[in-house]
């Protein structure tokens, strides 16, 4: 691959393990906060305790068959533990379709690459994944 090439490519990959989170309508002010981690969005993605990465989720979302009213986020966490959200949010482990894609601001996209392994959990199986952002 030329240098050319290599200046093009615009991709990483990126791999944990895939909650849903969504806000809790019977809780008042759930959809005050921006987000359910508390923290500041740098850019599209930033970090919580535990967090490796998040995306927010909207009607451009394909393959996420979780359903969640309001605004909703996937969550990469580093171990099958469900990350600590605000009062007011759920978690539950992700249900991702083979053509899942987020659009993330405009033509930047998060894209499923494959799953990785699945584990137990108390709320249920939570599957490890890999997925390529695209940074153009």
């Known amino acids: 691959m030329g240098d050319d090439a290599m200046s093009r490519d615009t991709s990483a990959r990126i791999r944990g393990f895939v909650w849903f989170v969504y806000p809790d309508q019977a809780v008042p002010g759930a959809l005050a906060g921006d987000n359910p981690f508390g923290v500041d969005v740098l850019e599209d ?13 909207d009607a451009t ?14 969550a990469l966490t580093e171990s099958p533990k469900a990350p600590e959200v605000g009062a007011g949010w759920t978690v539950e482990p992700a249900r991702l379709g083979e053509d899942c894609a987020i659009e993330q601001r405009g033509d930047r996209w998060v894209r499923l690459i494959r799953e990785l392994d699945r584990r137990e959990t108390p709320v249920g ?3 490890e994944c890999e997925f390529e952002i695209d940074r153009s």
């Open 61 to 74: 979302a394909s393959g996420v068959h979780n359903q969640g009213l309001g605004r909703s986020f996937l």
């Open 45 to 57: 993605e930033t970090t919580a305790p535990g967090v490796v990465v998040f995306w927010a989720v």
């Open 125 to 127: 199986p939570v599957a």
